[in-house]
């Protein structure tokens, strides 16, 4: 699962990349190609899990990242970076909204409702450019040849035409899995889910106008947004203790670092959730999908444990916290043996009893 980074020229799109990555990227002289990294899920859950258990080994999830090419005109009018957006599976919009004369913008002013709507329109108009396309062609089809397919093909697609003009994206419609089915290997943009993280200075961290100006476009197109000082987060970076990176916080007034914020919801908008495995031989963090059956949440850690999935030993982070430890959690008879209908939740500790 994978998330992509988009953005206008200067929004600070490679700052958040680099420090969500660790990746330092190099002068590319305007190279137009997208760059893989991989950024470690920030859940102050595993920090305590790991501060109880003081394990020899500690691992968090990750997620895959994408650093796509400014959208400048070029780019946009070359089309390349569609494709490039095609292949993620989610999409984090940096959204510049720093003052600093030093750095030109793009289009001459800084106004980040201005550029959140501008790259949103050229979103909406690939996926309808798409759309008119597939219709001319299914239209020539079915005059030739009468195909069943085809036809509910071009239904859908002219409902999705009328969705488009309508400046929504697709993925404001309820599909069914048969329509899903039809257009599973189409380039749409707009089916995939947004993250909009507004870069401000420093000194806008505290100051949530920027949210309430943009909860109306947010509410009606069902996207998550939220505040980013990308300047900042990478000073924390550099910092050499966990302590001192606290400390910095503390002075900032910053409760939850916003890398913890934006990785919380990039899980979200990939339908991911977190469950740990325990012990003091290691702490880990593993993603599965939302909804899924304990067999699946197994296959994460080995398909072996899918394969020949017996029972999990199951253990509620909330109720692990509340109680102080396992011992006390299973005086207290709040430890389960789940089956293999079992769904996972958000913050299971799972141990799986397997037999191959």
């Known amino acids: 699962m994978k998330i992509g ?14 420090v969500l990555t660790g990746n330092e990227i190099q002068d590319r002289g305007g190279s137009p190609k997208a760059l893989p990294g991989s950024a470690d899920i920030q859940d102050l859950r595993f920090d305590k899990l790991v501060s109880m258990y003081q394990p020899a080994k500690q691992a968090r999830a990750r997620i895959d990242l994408m650093l796509l090419p400014k959208m400048e005109k070029e780019n946009i009018a070359k089309g390349d970076i569609f494709s490039d957006i095609a292949d993620v599976d989610g999409l984090c919009h940096v959204v510049r909204a720093f003052e600093d004369d030093s750095i030109y913008h793009s289009e001459g002013s800084l106004d980040p409702m201005r550029d959140v709507e501008m790259v949103y329109a050229e979103l909406i108009m690939h996926d309808q450019i798409f759309v008119e396309k597939r219709i001319e062609r299914l239209e020539k089809a079915i005059k030739k040849i009468k195909d069943e397919k085809q036809e509910k ?54 100051d949530t106008s920027l949210l309430a100006d943009a909860r109306p476009f947010c509410e009606r197109q069902k996207v998550e947004a939220m505040l980013v000082c990308a300047q900042v987060e990478s000073e924390i970076a550099l910092l050499d203790s966990e302590e001192e990176r606290q400390e910095f916080l503390a002075d900032l007034g910053i409760e939850t670092p916003a890398l913890t914020i934006m990785t919380g919801l990039c899980l979200k908008a990939l339908g991911l959730i977190s469950f740990f495995t325990v012990g003091s031989d290691e702490v880990k963090q ?33 109720e692990l916290m509340e109680f102080g430890g396992e011992a006390e959690l299973k005086k207290a008879g709040k430890t389960y043996l789940q089956g293999k209908d079992y769904i996972v939740a958000d913050g299971d500790i799972l141990n799986i009893r397997f037999k191959v």
């Open 153 to 206: 093909e071009l239904v859908l697609m002219k409902k999705f035409q009328e969705h488009l003009e309508n400046e929504l994206p697709l993925r404001l419609l309820d599909l069914t899995d048969e329509e899903r089915n039809l257009i599973l290997s189409y380039p749409f943009i707009t089916l995939k889910e947004l993250i909009i993280a507004f870069n401000v200075s420093e000194d806008m961290l505290g």
């Open 286 to 318: 593993w993603l599965v999908k939302k909804n899924s059956v304990a067999p699946v949440a197994a296959g994460v850690i080995h398909s072996d444990l899918q394969r020949g999935f017996i029972r999990a030993e199951q253990m509620s982070y909330a």
């Open 5 to 18: 980074i988009i953005g206008l020229p200067q929004a600070g799109k490679k700052t958040l990349f680099q």
